[in-house]
């Protein structure tokens, strides 16, 4: 049987920044709501045979009626429920890949702005590579600082870059992590923290600035803007 590449869609949040007692991942975002633009690159990208869905467990129905069955997505082959961390979420959508499953992308569900291109070539990429992630390089400058608010030093803005979603593993690669990191209690900020602690040489995909992450209702606002635009290219 054909090897898969398989999608694991985190949309299990709690949002708490946005202000609405409604899930982030469910408010509208123009036409339709957020979490519907994610799921909709992925439905429409040749490379992506399949997608796990991690919710809330009380969102689960709601998930499959208002999103998955309301907007067609056929490439959705389970709707599953996450954990107390953003890493439980992910372990828990690992534990649905298919057999046939050897490449896994790991993308937040409130970055609806990911672009068909950029997807493409950080799929393409880990076809190659055992581990990649798409990131951008810092504009900002960034200091160190102490808990007393006082700066201890100036770090080098050319060594740093902003880490974003989708984050592309081998399956065997990413299961090894979790299964450490998981046996072990440790977490880290992201899945390739993970990969990178067990010694796999992580690569980088350059990222798109307009990927940003849904959190607060600035964000909302910025994303309807770029969706405008880009209706408008």
């Given amino acids: 049987m054909a090897e898969q590449t398989i999608a694991i869609v985190l949309a299990a949040g709690q949002g708490k920044r946005m202000g609405y007692s409604l899930n982030k991942q469910y408010l509208h975002l123009l036409d339709k709501p957020v979490l519907a633009h994610t799921l909709q690159a992925f439905e429409q990208e040749p490379l992506i045979d399949g997608v796990i869905v991690v919710a809330k467990s009380s969102e689960i129905e709601y998930c499959q009626e208002k999103i998955v069955k309301a907007f067609d997505l056929r490439k959705v082959i389970k709707v599953t429920s996450g954990g107390k961390e953003r890493q439980d979420s992910v372990y828990a959508g690992i534990q649905h890949l298919p057999d046939e499953c050897n490449l896994v992308v790991v993308h937040d569900g409130a970055r609806p702005l990911i672009a068909p291109d950029l997807l493409s070539q950080v799929i393409e990429k ?83 600035y307009e990927n940003i992450k849904i959190t607060t209702p600035e964000d909302l606002e910025v994303a309807e803007i770029i969706l405008k635009r880009r209706k408008l290219i």
């Fill in 126 to 208: 880990g076809r190659q590579a055992k581990a990649v992630i798409t990131a951008v390089p810092v504009k900002d400058t960034i200091k160190k600082v102490r808990e007393n608010g006082i700066v201890e030093c100036t770090l080098s803005r050319s060594e740093l870059w902003a880490v974003q979603t989708p984050q592309v593993f081998q399956k065997e690669i990413i299961l090894a992590a979790y299964r450490e990191a998981m046996a072990e209690g440790f977490y880290g900020t992201d899945d390739a923290s993970l990969v990178e602690r067990i010694g796999v040489e992580v690569q980088v995909v350059h990222g798109s």
